[in-house]
């Protein structure tokens, strides 16, 4: 079976909660006002913030958008943006697994939601990305998960019919929409958990 995983919140650390609150701790100084702004700038990855996962939107446009909608300074929401991609760091257990996974030959795939100046960014810092036999970012193809389109894409760019791939994301969303799809999909929660559950589920294929 084919791997594919998704990049942040599994191959790379991904709290965006932690995240703002050094930042911008003017804005995000407690749970509640986090959240709060959490939920304005990333509108659970849809809205202004999907546009720019698709491709369709640059930073600049972005900030003036998020600006607009909800009132923030374009300096305080410049900031968030441009902090994203320092806090895409390798998770060691999962680059770990990765590596184990390479030297057995198995075949690895990635699918992510991200933007083109975060996808280059890795692409640039992070050598382990060749490992991968190939990958799907969502700004190169102008579909986000979890759009029925980036998975049907996906298995076809991969070769592979969609019960013979296994997929992990941490986003639940996009977990079930591959599930509806005939994938084998895991809810990754750390790189023991998801493994585990990839072994049952090769035992289960035998």
């Known amino acids: 079976m084919k791997i594919v995983f998704d990049f942040a919140g599994v191959?790379?650390?991904w709290k965006p909660e932690v995240m703002l609150r050094r930042e911008v701790p003017h804005l995000a100084h407690d749970e509640t006002s986090t959240k709060r702004l959490m939920a304005q700038v990333f509108q659970a990855?849809?809205?202004d913030w999907g546009e720019f996962d698709r491709g369709r939107v640059e930073v600049p446009e972005l900030v003036q958008r998020i600006a607009r909608r909800t009132g923030h300074a374009e300096a305080d929401l410049l900031r968030i943006v441009e902090a994203i991609p320092r806090e895409l760091q390798p998770a060691a257990d999962t680059v770990a697994w990765l590596d184990e996974l390479r030297g057995a030959a198995r075949p690895i795939y990635f699918?992510?939601?991200m933007p083109e100046p975060y996808?280059?960014?890795l692409e640039r810092d992070n050598a382990f990305l060749r490992w991968f036999h190939d990958g799907i970012f969502s700004a190169r193809v102008h579909h986000i998960k979890p759009e029925r389109e980036i998975f049907e894409l996906a298995a076809e760019r991969f070769a592979a019919r969609p019960d013979e791939l296994i997929f992990l994301d941490d986003h639940l969303p996009n977990v079930e929409m591959a599930r509806t799809l005939g994938w084998q999909a895991i809810h990754f929660h750390d790189a023991a958990q998801a493994r585990a559950e990839m072994q049952a589920i090769e035992a289960r294929r035998g």
């Open 11 to 13: 191959v790379f650390h």
């Open 119 to 121: 996808a280059a960014k």
């Open 111 to 113: 699918l992510s939601n």
């Open 45 to 47: 990855w849809g809205g």
